[in-house]
């Protein structure tokens, strides 16, 4: 079974950055779409950033313009590279991969990103 590792989490001050990235175990055929999400203390887990097999990109609103990801399907990794980070950001971030025919979707256990001064 495929396993996505997560890495490049940890503490930073306000308008810092981090780079996260994710790593699959194994190859994965048929990617449709690789992308962050986040989950705060409390709160629902949300989308951060998706980029699609075509490499087209969407970001939550709260996150355009600081964050950009990026991926390789062939090497079956996405990055999110975050900056100006906010105290907003705090959460735990997790990697994401989805494939079609056969439809499946990936986590990795996530990494923690706190964001204090």
């Known amino acids: 079974q495929v396993q996505l590792v997560e890495s490049g989490g940890g503490l930073v001050q306000p308008g810092g950055s981090l780079r996260l990235s994710c790593a699959a175990s194994?190859?994965?055929?048929?990617?449709?779409?690789m992308g962050w999400y986040r989950q705060a203390p409390g709160k629902q887990r949300e989308l951060v950033a998706v980029?699609?097999?075509?490499?087209?990109?969407n970001y939550a609103d709260s996150v355009k313009g600081r964050f950009t990801i990026s991926g390789d399907n062939a090497k079956n990794t996405v990055s999110l590279q975050m900056n100006s980070l906010r105290f907003e950001d705090t959460a735990v971030y997790y990697c994401?991969?989805?494939?079609?025919?056969?439809?499946?979707?990936?986590w990795g256990q996530g990494t923690q990103v706190t964001v204090s001064s």
């Open positions: 980029i699609s097999s075509g490499m087209g990109t």
């Open positions: 994401n991969v989805v494939t079609v025919g056969p439809w499946k979707s990936y």
């Open positions: 194994r190859s994965i055929s048929s990617i449709s779409a």
